[in-house]
């Protein structure tokens, strides 16, 4: 693409492509100079231009070299993102594209709602769990991926004919305007709580920076609600899309009622404007119907029949890591999540003190990630001590913590169940288990399906909760027939 189709009054240069980390090799491409809370770009021009940039586009005063061409702005973000959206010719609204926002839910709803759409559609993916359309996936660290790396996943996907994707939407993307460049058709608010207010500063700002995705849709798109938030009004005071509620305890446009869960499934009545249906899924918790509730709205947003897609429901399966059962013949309940907050374990509660008789115990493996505040942790604690008969507190994703100083810091919140430190992840898993009877529930919190643990030096290959789990399990039916001979 030739500059000046980016720029006007820009030379007729060819340009390749773009780049707003000086590191990478960028030939004759553009280097975007972006501040950030660390690092300003225009510090690292020269190094851009080492790297093949030709043209360097910046706001303020820089000094300026021979070997490239400098195009002043007034807002560096704002032309960066109009300008990935001409230079990948605008992929976003050449699919049908989904943004999921919320504290929670949002993977366990885009995979719902991929899975429903896949069945008359090719419908992609972006979120916690990587980039995946076709046969094609990608692993990124960020659940919403950077400027670049989103225009580029859409735009293959429009290459590779894709008819939508769904994406899970961050907070912080949201308030770096990572998105900015995007054209939702339907937006989905799960819910909000303060577990991550930390990293915005206040819940006014982490309301506001999640507010920006259904502030930013068209009046042909759809905002989809969960009226039983408190937030929710707040999403979509200042939208201007078409609105769709769901909900369980309020009178929304979709809810579920007549909800029974078990063990191993769930079932209520499906109530969507004027239609009613029984469904059944091995969805289990009452967050899980939330999700679904979630993820049929967007469906029914889509202009789908709902009628149809009814029976598919009873074959979804929970997504791995989030409240995700093991079962492998054994007489007891095991639950991997990535709940380590007082907010994100009420759904499990509830789930695990339906399931367990009154005469049985339910035990927690659990720990706390690097940089958590010390009265989170202490209330984390608190939260398990309303619960859990026993807990077992080990290693999270500690990084350079000292991890006995914060399990010691949990247990101040835990008054009057027992506890014990095993730092070693695996160990703590395998002692849960073995301390398990007939009836009783293990929940085995914090990294959900993680197959990696951070240390001092970076990630540290783990074999994840769920495969150490079952290996244990395995072994133990085994050892109780052995001894029945």
Request: glycine share 6%; proline share 1%; with cysteine.
């Amino acid at each position: 693409m030739k500059l000046s189709d980016l720029f006007s009054k820009a030379p007729e240069i060819e340009i390749k492509s773009i780049a707003i980390d000086s590191r990478v090799k960028n030939e004759e491409g553009i280097f975007f100079c972006l501040e950030g809370i660390k690092y300003d770009g225009r510090n690292f021009i020269d190094e851009a231009v080492l790297n093949g940039a030709k043209v360097i586009v910046y706001e303020g005063d820089v000094i300026k070299s021979k070997e490239a061409i400098y195009i002043k702005v007034d807002d560096v973000l704002k032309v960066l993102n109009q300008t990935l959206k001409r230079f990948y010719h605008d992929p976003s609204s050449s699919l049908d594209l989904i943004g999921i926002t919320g504290t929670n839910g949002k993977t366990t709803t885009a995979m719902i709602l991929k899975e429903l759409l896949s069945l008359d559609d090719d419908c992609g993916y972006i979120g916690t769990l990587g980039t995946a359309y076709h046969d094609k996936y990608y692993y990124h660290e960020l659940t919403t991926p950077s400027y670049i790396e989103l225009n580029r996943y859409l735009s293959e996907m429009v290459d590779n004919g894709v008819d939508d994707c769904v994406m899970e939407v961050t907070s912080i993307a949201l308030e770096q305007r990572r998105t900015d460049s995007l054209n939702f058709k339907i937006a989905v608010f799960t819910n909000l709580t303060a577990d991550h207010v930390e990293v915005h500063g206040t819940m006014h700002d982490y309301v506001s920076a999640k507010k920006r995705l259904f502030d930013n849709l068209d009046e042909d798109a759809y905002a989809i609600i969960n009226l039983d938030s408190k937030y929710a009004l707040e999403m979509i005071e200042d939208s201007h899309a078409k609105i769709i509620t769901y909900g369980i305890n309020t009178k929304a446009d979709i809810t579920a009622s007549e909800i029974k869960i078990k063990a191993d499934s769930t079932s209520f009545i499906l109530n969507v404007f004027n239609n009613s249906y029984v469904v059944k899924s091995d969805l289990v918790t009452k967050a899980n119907i939330y999700n679904l509730l979630a993820a049929l709205g967007a469906y029914f947003a889509m202009g789908k029949d709902l009628s149809k897609i009814i029976m598919k429901l009873n074959s979804l399966k929970a997504v791995n890591g989030r409240m995700y059962r093991i079962d492998v013949g054994q007489r007891y309940n095991v639950l991997v999540d990535f709940a380590d907050t007082p907010n994100s374990l009420r759904n499990i509660i509830d789930y695990a003190t339906t399931i367990t008789p009154s005469k049985n115990k339910i035990v927690t493996v659990i720990g706390s990630k690097y940089g958590k505040d010390d009265n989170k942790r202490i209330a984390l604690g608190a939260a398990l001590n309303e619960f859990s008969d026993l807990v077992i507190l080990c290693e999270d994703d500690d990084r350079d913590e000292d991890v006995v100083n914060v399990l010691k810091t949990i247990a101040q919140g835990i008054k009057d169940k027992p506890y014990v430190m095993i730092t070693s992840r695996e160990n703590a898993i395998i002692s849960g288990i073995d301390l398990m009877n007939d009836d009783d529930t293990l929940l085995i919190l914090g990294k959900g399906d993680d197959n990696f643990i951070y240390r001092p030096f970076g990630k540290e290959a783990y074999s994840s909760d769920a495969i150490i789990a079952k290996n244990r399990i395995k072994e133990r039916i085994k050892e109780e027939k052995d001894e029945t001979f």
